[in-house]
């Protein structure tokens, strides 16, 4: 009776134990190793060439990142998980490129861009053929930014007096959202 | 958004076919100068003026992220640097609760759509490493990143299920993608 009871409490235990692992482990703080059902905890290499500042589609179906071409940072967007390389309609020029963000459905992609001497930031819609090009404040120079994922709201991260600080711009008189569901425009491309 | 001035300097590029003609008699040019004028009036970029603001009163802040209604930031005040979110409608700072370590100093920071979940490359006790934290659970979890490995900079997908890396790795810039449960 006694060793009953004893096993029955060693399978309670199990069963918690188990129970808390099959719920993610949440708040233990523990290092992951593959042991929470992960579909993927391995990091996959993309390419051997150097790349950098990613940024994935809201649905994942694009990834825009950096790439050096003939010594210039270029902004490269493949499909994914193809790789497939996706034109851009007005971004091979104005390098060098940097710090790319896109909408949920890859619709905009922004990114800062060279006009001149003057780093830019510059939205591209990949429905509409527009680009919208946004210089930095007075006396400001644009160093990164990020697009919402809805591609309404830009922050810009600037250098200005020497100091690194963040502002943020209201694009919803600009660009339709690109929300989850699909693409839609008032302003198709044939 | 009351409070948002305009943006000076914007430019809207037609990326081909040239604007209106002009150039067919004075009314016909005065008439599109006037269309053009009140279509770029209505369509610039509007800064958040009382959250930029506030953030210029907080100190140097970098690295943004942005979700749909959420900025991740990293604040640098007073010789500390810690990583804010921000609720963009409220326009105010919530609680992120053992995020930030102040023996840790933050790399890059991410943030998903809804702002449940955060990604974060930081460098503590002399190493690198990435963290996913859930705001909802107040739970961070390392992610282990392979040995040789260098996490630089970190880009969570909008829906927080996957996360992109830059990594360093035997003297090349690369890109890891991780899927996240």
Not at chain 1, 125 to 143: F, W
Not at chain 1, 170 to 179: Q, Y
Request: proline share 8%; glycine share 12%.
């Amino acid at each position: 009776m006694a060793r009953s009871k004893s096993a029955r409490a060693a399978g309670l235990i199990g069963a918690l134990v188990i129970s808390l692992l099959g719920g993610g482990c949440q708040g233990t703080g523990l290092v992951d190793e593959g042991l929470f059902n992960r579909r993927s905890a391995a990091p996959a290499s993309l390419a051997s060439q150097q790349r950098r500042d990613p940024a994935l589609s809201g649905n994942g179906r694009f990834l825009a990142s950096i790439v050096e071409a003939s010594g210039r940072s270029t902004v490269l967007l493949q499909e994914q998980p193809s790789g497939r390389v996706l034109p851009l309609r007005h971004l091979r020029s104005h390098l060098p490129h940097s710090s790319p963000a896109l909408s949920w459905n890859g619709r905009y992609l922004a990114l800062v861009l060279q006009q001149g001497h003057q780093p830019l930031a510059a939205i591209e819609d990949r429905l509409s053929g527009q680009l919208l090009r946004l210089p930095a404040p007075a006396g400001a120079r644009i160093e990164r930014l990020s697009l919402a994922p809805d591609g309404l709201t830009l922050a810009l991260q600037l250098v200005q007096g020497g100091q690194q600080r963040v502002q943020l711009f209201d694009l919803s008189a600009l660009l339709e959202p690109d929300r989850p569901g699909g693409l839609r425009s008032s302003n198709p491309l044939p | 958004m009351s409070q948002h001035q305009p943006l000076k300097g914007l430019g809207v590029g037609a990326p081909s076919g040239g604007g209106p003609a002009l150039n067919q008699g004075g009314l016909l040019a005065l008439a599109a100068m006037a269309t053009l004028l009140a279509g770029c009036l209505g369509t610039m970029p509007v800064p958040w003026a009382g959250l930029n603001r506030q953030l210029e009163q907080a100190g140097g802040h970098r690295d943004p992220a942005l979700g749909d209604g959420w900025l991740a930031v990293i604040e640098q005040k007073g010789g500390r640097q810690q990583v804010v979110l921000i609720d963009l409608k409220q326009q105010r700072p919530v609680a992120v609760p053992g995020l930030n370590r102040p023996d840790a100093l933050p790399i890059s920071v991410s943030v998903d759509a809804r702002g449940e979940r955060l990604a974060l490359v930081r460098q503590l006790e002399g190493r690198t490493e990435v963290v996913l934290y859930r705001r909802g659970l107040m739970s961070l979890q390392p992610i282990a990143m392979g040995p040789g490995t260098v996490p630089t900079a970190v880009q969570l997908r909008a829906d927080g299920r996957q996360l992109a890396v830059q990594v360093s790795r035997a003297g090349l810039w690369q890109i890891d993608l991780l899927d996240l449960p």
